[in-house]
């Protein structure tokens, strides 16, 4: 008596899972977190500017600090966030670095 191999059963193939929509970066801020933060930024620029005693060396890192500003406008203007926040960042971090001079 030859008895016929059962076949083993085949699920059906999984459904496609749908993925969550894309959002923008999350790690991101808001444009009005970064606005916020340029208004900061330039106002502290403002302040440092009238210090006389800076050293070239320092007025260049003051200019720096303006032109990543600048360029953190124009991402912010061009909805490109998290260049924005990254560019104000790097003010930010020149900026810390002038204001902890004696």
Do not use: V
């Amino acid at each position: 008596m030859s008895e016929e191999p059962e076949e083993p059963e085949t699920a059906p193939p999984p459904e496609a899972a749908q993925a969550p929509p894309l959002e923008p970066a999350s790690s991101a801020a808001s444009e009005d977190e970064i606005a916020a933060s340029q208004t900061s930024i330039q106002r502290r620029i403002d302040s440092l500017g009238n210090n006389q005693s800076f050293s070239s060396a320092d007025q260049q890192i003051l200019q720096d600090a303006r032109s990543f500003l600048t360029q953190s406008e124009q991402a912010l203007k061009e909805h490109n966030l998290l260049k924005a926040q990254e560019l104000a960042g790097k003010a930010t971090l020149l900026l810390e670095a002038l204001e902890s001079r004696p």
